[in-house]
């Protein structure tokens, strides 16, 4: 035994089961079991939600005759006339620009009372939180659909529910960003008297921008996605033709414009990549794959251009006559074209600006539509029937995401992919994945499997994949290496550097992505429902359309506590396992 117990064990590096031994544990903290319970229960809710769908591969190859059997009424795919086309490409774009900077801009006073560094105190930072998780919770078509009543028809009810619903995702990024800072700059402008803009301009400002900058165009991309469904409530766009089209039975238009969308969203997603590597280049979590092939050594010029100092930058004299190099024309040229871009879209957009006083006389009128809330003609039994429903398809497609996103989002990260061909693979599957909208992917998956809540999984699970495999990799490339640099030089595989150090070290990340994949989820599912999905959006939808509002708010309002007690589960599971 003695000579047994002298031995190192087959796991632990020579030398060190002295250190390990002299070392006691910490015991683990009931509520850290208490928050590993609730997490092994969630994902077994899950499992059991897979289950009651009854998503069966074999009966989906059966049903494949009806893809074949619609296709065929169908015939060949049709596209709006050319000028058409291109006059709705420009208008769904510069609609969603619009939004998105609206958003962007709203959200960093959000953000900055938000933060836990840079509130005022604990009751600001409670309702700027608040402010985000409620905006977050609002789906944007119930907004669009708000909006629809109190503006004129056409793109400023799209821009509005964009730009409000997006402030939820966008504050909370920017105000997690604020947190991480280092307070050392923003501390000595303090100490040197300067007031609370001139530390957030000098001290915050340049440290958060890249991430910032990487969270707007991130969340663009999402938002182009999203306006497919806004046209069903009436905001012009692609979506507002797709949505007609289906209506009047043209498969084939609709199928067409389904496409045109679906190859926008990828362009839209490799422009974003080009401008994060133009201006992100230095920062290796900001870039994928589409920027290492543009800009293949800008990381290590942005290295090397940190250890030099310019001449001009020797002095204030100097500064003053700072000569326009190659470098600096390209950047002013960048950002002339991003202020036509912006201003191109504002115009396009065809915004009619009287709306904003005039819309202040309809006011009353359409909250009194909205409130008080009711079920109206619906069983309230019913009605939480569907939001469980909705609930249960939420978590059976985060469930059905979690692998395929832990594979794929690995293998795309630079310090886990044993190639860079595979970690190419890999970046391009996501980012195809990613430019489908769930909207396109249910309706086709309906037609095969028929209505219910097996078509709203599948496409929820499949559209998942792209976003969390994208955010788990960025994650695993942000973990300090110095573990996985110390595993290498023991003899340690790739694999059990990857298990020991590298999932270890992100786990508080991939919790943190996962719950946000369910809150996501939920939301979507809701909108799913509009097309056949299952769940709460069919009631949703003849709310809508039957013009009972007040049934509206009452599902909206079930959806907000649903988000809020997700959003709860989720900070606490990060303060538990951080």
């Given amino acids: 035994m003695t000579i047994l117990s002298g031995a190192p064990r087959a796991h632990e590096v020579p030398g060190s089961a002295t250190v390990a031994d002299r070392t006691p544990r910490r015991p683990i903290s009931p509520e850290r079991i208490a928050a590993g319970l609730t997490l092994l229960a969630l994902v077994v809710l899950g499992i059991l939600a897979v289950n009651e769908v009854g998503i069966s591969i074999p009966a989906m190859v059966q049903s494949w005759g009806n893809a074949e059997n619609f296709m065929a009424r169908v015939g060949g795919l049709s596209f709006p006339e050319p000028a058409d086309l291109a006059w709705l490409i420009a208008l769904t774009v510069g609609l969603v620009l619009v939004g998105t900077l609206l958003a962007a801009v709203l959200s960093v006073p959000i953000a900055y009372l938000a933060a836990s560094n840079t509130t005022p105190g604990n009751?600001?930072?409670?309702?700027?939180?608040?402010?985000?998780?409620?905006?977050?919770?609002l789906p944007d078509v119930v907004l669009a659909m708000a909006f629809v009543l109190m503006f004129s028809l056409g793109t400023l009810p799209g821009i509005l529910a964009i730009g409000i619903h997006s402030i939820g995702m966008i504050?909370?990024?920017?105000?997690?960003?604020?947190?991480?800072?280092?307070?050392?700059?923003?501390?000595?402008?303090?100490?040197?008297?300067?007031?609370?803009?001139?530390?957030?301009?000098?001290?915050?400002?340049p440290q958060v921008l890249p991430s910032w900058v990487a969270t707007v165009l991130h969340r663009n991309d999402i938002n182009l996605r999203g306006s497919v469904v806004l046209g069903y409530v009436g905001v012009a766009g692609l979506g507002l033709e797709m949505s007609y089209a289906f209506k009047a039975l043209n498969y084939g238009k609709g199928l067409g414009i389904a496409l045109v969308i679906f190859i926008l969203c990828v362009a839209m997603e490799i422009v974003s990549s080009m401008v994060r590597g133009a201006m992100l280049?230095?920062?290796?979590?900001?870039?994928?794959?589409?920027?290492?092939?543009?800009?293949?050594?800008?990381?290590?010029?942005?290295?090397?251009?940190?250890?030099?100092?310019?001449?001009?930058?020797?002095?204030p004299q100097t500064a003053v006559r700072r000569p326009w190099t190659a470098e600096r024309v390209r950047n002013t040229i960048g950002v002339v074209i991003t202020a036509l871009v912006v201003i191109g879209s504002v115009v396009v957009s065809q915004i009619n600006w009287m709306d904003f006083f005039t819309f202040w006389a309809k006011l009353p009128e359409v909250a009194a539509k909205f409130w008080p809330p009711s079920f109206g003609s619906y069983d309230a039994s019913a009605m939480f029937t569907a939001m469980r429903d909705t609930v249960a398809i939420a978590l059976a497609a985060t469930v059905l995401t979690l692998l395929p996103s832990l594979i794929l989002g690995s293998l795309a990260a630079?310090?886990?992919?044993?190639?860079?061909?595979?970690?190419?693979?890999?970046?391009?599957?996501?980012?195809?994945?990613?430019?489908?909208?769930?909207?396109?992917?249910?309706?086709?998956?309906v037609v095969i499997t028929g209505l219910g809540a097996q078509a709203g999984v599948i496409?929820?699970?499949?559209?998942?994949?792209?976003?969390?495999?994208?955010?788990?990799?960025?994650?695993?490339?942000?973990?300090?290496r110095g573990p996985e640099r110390a595993l290498r030089?023991?003899?340690?595989?790739?694999?059990?550097?990857?298990?020991?150090?590298?999932?270890?070290?992100?786990?508080?990340?991939?919790?943190?992505?996962?719950?946000?994949?369910l809150d996501t989820n939920i939301r979507?599912?809701?909108?799913?429902?509009?097309?056949?999905?299952?769940?709460?959006?069919?009631?949703?939808?003849?709310?809508?359309?039957?013009?009972?509002?007040?049934?509206?708010?009452?599902?909206?309002?079930?959806?907000?506590?649903t988000v809020l007690i997700v959003e709860g589960l989720a900070m606490w599971m990060r303060k538990v396992f951080r």
């Fill in 123 to 137: 009751g600001w930072r409670a309702a700027a939180r608040f402010v985000g998780v409620l905006t977050r919770a």
């Fill in 171 to 205: 504050s909370k990024m920017f105000a997690d960003a604020i947190e991480q800072i280092d307070e050392g700059p923003r501390l000595a402008i303090r100490a040197a008297g300067g007031s609370k803009m001139q530390e957030f301009a000098s001290g915050i400002l």
């Fill in 281 to 315: 280049g230095g920062q290796k979590q900001t870039r994928s794959w589409i920027d290492r092939l543009i800009h293949p050594r800008l990381g290590d010029r942005a290295s090397d251009a940190a250890s030099t100092t310019p001449a001009w930058a020797a002095s």
């Fill in 414 to 445: 630079s310090n886990v992919a044993p190639s860079s061909g595979a970690r190419g693979v890999a970046r391009f599957l996501l980012v195809g994945i990613r430019g489908i909208p769930e909207l396109i992917l249910a309706i086709v998956l």
């Fill in 459 to 480: 496409a929820l699970a499949i559209g998942g994949i792209g976003l969390l495999g994208k955010l788990i990799a960025d994650s695993f490339e942000e973990v300090d």
């Fill in 489 to 517: 030089a023991v003899g340690a595989t790739r694999l059990q550097t990857y298990t020991s150090a590298t999932v270890p070290q992100g786990m508080q990340a991939l919790i943190g992505h996962s719950f946000y994949m």
């Fill in 524 to 561: 979507a599912a809701t909108i799913l429902g509009i097309v056949g999905g299952g769940g709460v959006g069919y009631y949703l939808l003849n709310a809508s359309q039957g013009s009972r509002y007040e049934t509206v708010t009452a599902i909206v309002l079930m959806i907000l506590a």
